[in-house]
């Protein structure tokens, strides 16, 4: 059913003594990705994997202003850090938190770390373009739905990149 609803198929084929071969075909405009799975202002996102540096948590306090953008120092390379929330024009997370979860993305040999409100497990998702329904989104490159129904944005690195270079 799942397979029907992509608009794909799948064929069965069996010889005896030989096995059975299961062939699935899936429409090109779908793209299976690995996802590091965020939430942002209570809301979940994906961030293709192949973007992703690496993850950690960073103290509030290491956070430094340098030319009015926030930056830490993270094994010796300065790296600058955006909050996510702010860059898709969320409300702001209200609470002071002592431990900030990061994901450090890599766009080209450009990296930058985003804030994210949690961080939770890498997924393969099926991207699925919102051309038509949302129009051009800055920072988002589509949707996949979940298997409980629920449908999660799928981030565009390069995008978010763009946009919190270009903010002061």
Same mark, same amino acid.
């Given at each position: ?9 799948? *064929? ?46 960073? /103290? *509030? ?15 010796? /390379? ?7 929330? /702010? ?9 002071? %938190?002592? /431990? ?6 890599? @766009?080209?040999? %450009?990296?930058?770390?985003?804030? @994210?409100?949690?961080?939770?497990? %890498?997924?393969?998702? @099926?991207?699925? *373009? ?17 298997? =409980? ?6 981030? =565009? ?9 270009? %903010?002061?």
């Amino acid at each position: 059913n799942n397979i029907k609803s992509l608009k794909g198929n799948i *064929s069965v084929t069996s010889a005896v003594g030989q096995g059975t071969r299961f062939s699935i075909a899936l429409p090109l405009t779908l793209a299976i990705i690995d996802a590091l799975m965020v939430k942002v202002n209570a809301q979940v996102y994906a961030i293709p994997l192949d973007a992703v540096s690496e993850t950690t948590k960073i /103290e *509030s306090s290491r956070l430094n202003e340098i030319n009015n953008r926030k930056a830490i120092t993270l094994r010796g /390379e300065v790296l600058g850090v955006s909050d996510l929330a /702010e860059l898709l024009e969320l409300p702001a997370d209200q609470g002071d %938190r002592d /431990e900030l979860p990061l994901v450090i993305i890599k @766009v080209g040999d %450009r990296r930058l770390g985003l804030v @994210v409100e949690d961080l939770l497990e %890498r997924q393969e998702v @099926v991207i699925k *373009s919102l051309g038509e329904y949302l129009g051009d989104q800055p920072g988002i490159s589509g949707a996949t739905i979940m298997g =409980d129904g629920s449908v999660v944005l799928i981030l =565009d690195p390069s995008e978010i990149y763009k946009i919190a270079t270009s %903010r002061s």
